[in-house]
């Protein structure tokens, strides 16, 4: 083909996405739209990405893996084996080997951006550099990802293009016989090498600086096995470095000798200081209640019928220097005082005995009357109307998600139900029974990712209709014919991946696969060892913090340098495509 070949747009399209000229949901569209007017591709051809069940199934699937996230259970699990670990390297094997199973059925990205705090939480309190973990920890999701149809949505992708074209697509844990080995010698490789070749770095100042308001508040231990003759450090109160106890009293009394071997008993009131979500996580912990009258309790926070509001107190209201205590704020304002911050430490040991000063912050739980009866007084000002951190769902509601996963899981595994379907029934059945609403539902899926892949679909028909594909694939042939098949396997692989480090994973997919099915053609081979390479090289991102959701999330976290990820990611890319070629040959071929 020269200059005036017909699909001269395909070379300007890669070049805006490489220089970043526009995010690739917006590159991918123009590109399509050019497609349509010039006469390339039809109309109807370039709406197929947008029906495409590959495209909607990764819609669906990210509603499902945030209804698990949005459980906690995922993150009370991961807390609790992370602060297990003592040593750097256990440490790192004990958030590696989880976060990689979960990846193959939850987005990665969500996974990432709930343990990196748990990491860098961990790391402060054992003067470890984040930058030895939150690498490592987004490339265990990347290939915990290719372990099944629907980790990554690239599987999906390349899974919905083959289906499209009449082939059988993969099967549920087809593409595990590649990606657990890469999964398994990835963590083996990181964990023995990844301390000594990823440096100590320093994260930006601004997640250094930790300017979070720090509540006072009250919590009593419940008759529960949880705390039955624990200690302080054995319940994990101790090594929470987000909270600090201040006091604790015993039936009624200050307990003025205590430390880390306090053991805790029913009916103790702890007198905690904590950010508001360190708090809200204190709460959550089973044995924990906050202390309350009750009738503005966190129980009726959790069901709606109160709201966390931030006030704060005034130079001239009428509550300065009256302790918390002897004002009814139940009947004067139908809120009461959950917490209270002052810039300087509280030196009160309860929360009734605290005399209320100008400009303390008081969290409360309000009730319906609330504006009511602040309406014409200048007692405080509200800050905000906070999200509620203590929310969680009822016990049935988070644990539904996990076991409706678990059914979809199983039948898609067993090839009884396809992912589709199984995946748009659970969708249904958890806005059915409320567990989420449709409002909820829609800001789980992510619309920049679907264009790309539903725009990316129209433009590998057009490689395909317009012979692009079978140009490429013919010099592709050229070039490595004296290698054989396995010389093939290897170029697919390099280049497709190149395409995932400049562009995106999904559109190096689309734009590969097209020329994989031309390269089976001539060579008269089955597409699917094609296939596969195409898939796991789409989302073997490692060298670049730009390939991949998850290495840019951590990029600016960790502090990391571009080269930090050459340096480790160079060897491990090597890896895994050795891997992946070497177990594409004695399988496939």
């Not at 698990?68 to 256990?90: A, D």
């Amino acid at each position: 083909m020269g200059n005036n070949c017909a699909w001269p747009d395909h070379r300007c399209y890669d070049g805006a996405l490489i220089k970043e000229l526009a995010p690739p949901e917006i590159i991918l569209l123009l590109a399509l739209g050019v497609l349509v007017v010039s006469g390339i591709l039809s109309f109807s051809d370039a709406l197929t990405g947008f029906t495409n069940q590959g495209m909607l199934t990764v819609g669906l699937l990210c509603i499902v893996a945030g209804s698990v996230q949005r459980s906690g259970l995922v993150e009370t699990f991961i807390n609790g084996i992370l602060s297990k670990g003592e040593t750097q390297r256990q440490s790192l094997l004990r958030i590696l080997i989880p976060s990689s199973i979960l990846s193959g059925f939850l987005n990665n990205t969500p996974i990432v951006a709930t343990f990196s705090p748990l990491v860098r939480q961990w790391c402060e309190r054992h003067n470890v550099s984040p930058s030895k973990f939150l690498l490592p920890l987004s490339y265990a999701t990347i290939t915990g990802g290719t372990m099944t149809l629907i980790g990554t949505s690239t599987n999906l992708v390349v899974h919905g293009m083959l289906v499209e074209r009449g082939y059988d697509g993969f099967s549920f844990f087809q593409l595990s016989i590649i990606g657990v080995p890469i999964t398994i010698g990835l963590i083996i490789f990181i964990v023995l090498l990844g301390p000594v070749l990823l440096p100590d770095r320093t994260p930006p100042s601004y997640l250094l600086k930790d300017d979070r308001k720090r509540f006072m508040m009250e919590f009593t231990v419940e008759n529960t096995e949880a705390y039955h003759l624990k200690t302080i450090r054995s319940s994990g109160l101790w090594t929470e470095k987000s909270i600090e106890i201040k006091d604790i009293y015993r039936k009624q009394k200050r307990q003025l000798h205590w430390d880390e071997k306090f053991i805790l008993q029913e009916g103790d009131r702890l007198w905690v200081k904590g950010t508001l979500d360190a708090l809200a996580a204190m709460e959550r912990k089973e044995g924990i209640e906050h202390y309350s009258s009750g009738q503005y309790g966190i129980n009726k926070l959790r069901d709606g019928e109160n709201r966390l509001l931030e006030v704060v107190v005034t130079h001239y209201s009428s509550l300065l220097f009256q302790t918390i205590g002897s004002v009814s704020f139940a009947d004067r304002f139908d809120a009461e005082v959950a917490g209270v911050h002052r810039h300087q430490d509280v030196q009160e040991s309860s929360l009734n005995d605290i005399s209320v000063k100008p400009g303390d912050t008081l969290l409360m739980l309000a009730g319906p009357q609330f504006e009511e009866k602040t309406l014409h007084h200048n007692e405080f000002t509200v800050l905000t109307k906070k999200e509620n951190p203590f929310f969680h769902l009822p016990s049935w509601k988070a644990v539904l998600p996990v076991v409706l996963m678990s059914a979809m899981v199983v039948l898609s595994a067993l090839q009884i139900v396809p992912i589709f379907y199984a995946s748009l029934a659970v969708t249904g059945l958890l806005l059915l029974l409320r567990v989420m609403t449709v409002k909820e539902a829609v800001d789980y899926i992510p619309i920049p990712i679907l264009l790309v892949i539903a725009a990316a679909f129209g433009v590998g028909e057009a490689m395909l209709q317009t012979g692009a594909a079978a140009f490429g694939a013919g010099q592709l042939i050229n070039w490595v014919q004296p290698f054989g098949i396995i010389g093939i396997f290897i170029v697919i692989y390099i280049v497709t991946n190149l395409f995932t480090e400049m562009i995106t994973n999904n559109a190096a997919a689309i734009i590969m696969l097209p020329i994989s099915i031309e390269a089976a053609g001539l060579l008269d081979i089955d597409i699917l060892p094609l296939a596969v390479i195409v898939a796991i090289a789409a989302s073997a991102s490692f060298i670049t913090p730009i390939g991949y959701q998850t290495n840019l999330f951590v990029y600016h976290q960790a502090g990391y340098r571009f080269t930090d990820f050459m340096r480790l990611g160079i060897p491990v890319s090597f890896f895994v495509m050795l891997i992946t070629v070497t177990i594409t040959w004695i399988v496939w071929v």
